[in-house]
């Protein structure tokens, strides 16, 4: 049995007249009686009581009508989910981040405009250790990344900057420099405890500038972590400037950091040959946003 045995079928009980639902189908009548008899055989029961004027549907072939509709019905339904789906409309799409892209505010603004304009694609994000999503990436247990550059990236994978912020210093309310007025120089940490977050670029560069080596290193994991270390008196941290305006722990003071700004960005990573239509939905709307530049509170 074919579909179109079903659709000859229904126009046949719509029409209950062989010639006029020929009609209607493009074929000629014989050829038409000829398939109906088909789908009797193969139903082994009579859909019609054939008059010589006119037809009439048997109980079996009311019956049936509801189901060859039903299955009609689910067929089209399938077509059109099918060509969704190709064009992007529908699917799923793995989203893994750190935690910095949810303090800045990306990783928010850029799925909610997503879920809007495709709002039957699935979107399913959650955090992740930063030096793992490359990985995740590249085995296809993650579609698309949100991390804070520098990160390194296989020749598979590519990326596209979101946010550009700057790193600061967090520390200690009681700590003595948390009171000294201006940007704290580089070369008054030496000394320090460092608390690193899981983006060590800016402590490396503080270092660097400094001239120094840090006396000891925690790595407690995310930035909450990190400032919790930093407000139980554990040591300073290097980190990006938007928690200034989204983070206020007890006793954790942000302060400036003298000399050019350190540059930190947030940048969406996504395989560079990319097949899955909803996730290429993704990624266009992603290289189609302008980097976010923020504004860090004032420190002082």
Same mark, same amino acid.
């Given at each position: 049995?074919?579909?179109?045995?079903?659709?000859?079928?229904?126009?046949?009980?719509?029409?209950?007249?062989?010639?006029?639902?020929?009609?209607?189908?493009?074929?000629?009548?014989?050829? #038409?009686?000829?398939? +109906?008899?088909?789908?009797?055989?193969?139903?082994? @029961?009579?859909?019609? =009581?054939?008059?010589?004027? %006119?037809?009439?549907?048997?109980?079996?072939?009311?019956?049936?009508?509801?189901?060859?509709?039903?299955?009609?019905?689910?067929?089209?339904?399938?077509?059109?989910?099918?060509?969704? @789906?190709?064009?992007?409309?529908?699917?799923? &799409?793995?989203?893994?981040?750190?935690?910095?892209?949810?303090?800045?505010?990306?990783?928010?603004?850029?799925?909610?405009?997503?879920?809007?304009?495709?709002?039957? &694609?699935?979107?399913?994000?959650?955090?992740?250790?930063?030096?793992? #999503?490359?990985?995740?990436?590249?085995?296809?247990?993650?579609?698309?990344?949100?991390?804070?550059?520098?990160?390194?990236?296989?020749?598979?994978?590519?990326?596209?900057?979101?946010?550009?912020?700057?790193?600061?210093?967090?520390?200690?309310?009681?700590?003595?420099? %948390?009171?000294?007025?201006?940007? +704290?120089?580089?070369?008054?940490?030496?000394?320090?405890?460092?608390?690193?977050?899981?983006?060590?670029?800016?402590?490396?560069?503080?270092?660097?500038?400094?001239?120094?080596?840090?006396?000891?290193?925690?790595?407690?994991?995310?930035?909450?972590?990190?400032?919790?270390? =930093?407000?139980?008196?554990?040591?300073?941290?290097?980190?990006?400037? &938007?928690?200034?305006?989204?983070?206020?722990?007890?006793?954790?003071?942000?302060? @400036?950091?003298?000399?050019?700004?350190?540059?930190?960005?947030?940048? %969406?990573?996504?395989?560079?040959?990319?097949?899955?239509?909803?996730?290429?939905?993704?990624?266009?709307?992603?290289?189609?946003?302008?980097?976010?530049?923020?504004?860090? @509170?004032?420190?002082?």
């Amino acid at each position: 049995m074919e579909l179109r045995h079903l659709r000859y079928f229904l126009t046949v009980a719509e029409e209950l007249h062989f010639a006029r639902a020929a009609e209607v189908l493009g074929i000629a009548p014989p050829t #038409l009686s000829v398939q +109906i008899q088909q789908l009797e055989r193969q139903l082994q @029961a009579q859909l019609f =009581v054939r008059g010589k004027r %006119a037809i009439a549907l048997t109980s079996a072939g009311e019956d049936f009508v509801v189901q060859a509709r039903a299955v009609l019905a689910r067929f089209e339904q399938a077509i059109d989910a099918g060509r969704r @789906a190709g064009r992007g409309e529908m699917g799923r &799409v793995e989203v893994g981040y750190v935690g910095s892209a949810v303090f800045g505010g990306i990783l928010q603004q850029q799925l909610s405009a997503f879920r809007q304009r495709w709002p039957q &694609v699935l979107v399913h994000a959650r955090e992740w250790p930063m030096l793992q #999503l490359g990985a995740a990436l590249e085995e296809g247990k993650l579609d698309i990344a949100f991390v804070r550059l520098p990160v390194p990236l296989g020749q598979t994978l590519q990326s596209h900057v979101l946010l550009r912020d700057r790193f600061c210093l967090a520390l200690p309310t009681d700590h003595a420099l %948390a009171s000294k007025p201006g940007a +704290i120089r580089s070369r008054a940490l030496a000394g320090e405890d460092f608390i690193l977050p899981e983006q060590e670029l800016g402590s490396r560069e503080v270092w660097r500038r400094g001239g120094f080596a840090p006396r000891r290193v925690s790595r407690p994991g995310g930035l909450l972590a990190v400032l919790a270390e =930093v407000a139980v008196g554990a040591g300073v941290a290097v980190v990006p400037g &938007v928690l200034t305006t989204v983070v206020n722990l007890p006793n954790v003071s942000y302060r @400036a950091l003298a000399g050019a700004a350190v540059v930190s960005e947030v940048a %969406a990573v996504y395989r560079r040959f990319e097949r899955a239509p909803a996730v290429r939905n993704m990624i266009a709307a992603l290289r189609a946003s302008k980097p976010v530049q923020v504004q860090a @509170a004032t420190m002082g």
